[in-house]
């Protein structure tokens, strides 16, 4: 685990994005952690949440033309992992993100800010059917432009069903021939409650046993 992984790790259980208990989740699985990027909700937590989106970004080695962030939760994300690559690089990658219903009047469209060209990097906080992917696929393609990839802060490196079957992250790349970068996997925080001595960590070991694939 590289020390960026570590510190956004610390980062989202100190603003309760990370926590671990017992959870239902909307698939009706139940999880002994839950991450939630809705609680990075302040002005501090969005710049230092950036920044871990530039780190990850600048990690994978993608070097897109264009950020895209999917309405509703990827409109803040882009914003600020932009705004995170400029002060860390020097280099003003412009974003874009889309409006859920197109604009009628003035100069109309789906897209807020920069065109979509080149290589668009889609930026988003998990992937859990994939329906944000393909809607920004669609976008993206209409547009001329070709897709970079995706970067996500979880990976929960799950398959989608009951039994068999692939993650969700890996049917994005198989059905879209494109990468899956992610800030954290499951796997670093396993990695991470096990050198912290936390009991939590073999119940996520489990978890992962029963539900897990590699993705």
Request: glycine share 12%.
């Amino acid at each position: 685990m590289l020390p960026f992984q570590r510190a956004f790790i610390d980062f989202a259980i100190e603003q309760q994005v990370l926590c671990f208990g017992r959870f239902t989740l909307k698939s009706g699985r139940v999880s002994p952690y839950f991450f939630n990027t809705g609680r990075f909700r302040t002005g501090a937590a969005l710049d230092r949440l950036g920044g871990y989106y530039a780190d990850a970004m600048l990690f994978s080695g993608v070097d897109p033309d264009v950020l895209f962030g999917p309405a509703y939760k990827g409109i803040p994300l882009v914003t600020a992992a932009s705004i995170a690559l400029s002060r860390k690089t020097g280099k003003d990658v412009p974003f874009s993100f889309n409006r859920k219903e197109a604009k009628d009047h003035g100069e109309g469209g789906v897209l807020v800010g920069a065109d979509l060209a080149g290589r668009v990097l889609i930026l988003d906080d998990v992937i859990t059917a994939g329906t944000s992917v393909t809607e920004s696929m669609a976008i993206i393609r209409a547009s001329g432009a070709e897709a970079a990839g995706v970067l996500i802060a979880l990976d929960r490196m799950e398959r989608v069903g009951e039994s068999g079957g692939e993650s969700a992250v890996s049917s994005v790349r198989k059905r879209f021939g494109i990468d899956v970068h992610a800030i954290v996997t499951l796997d670093h925080l396993v990695e991470y409650l096990d050198e912290a001595g936390d009991p939590q960590a073999a119940a996520l070991k489990q978890h992962r046993e029963q539900f897990g694939v590699g993705s």
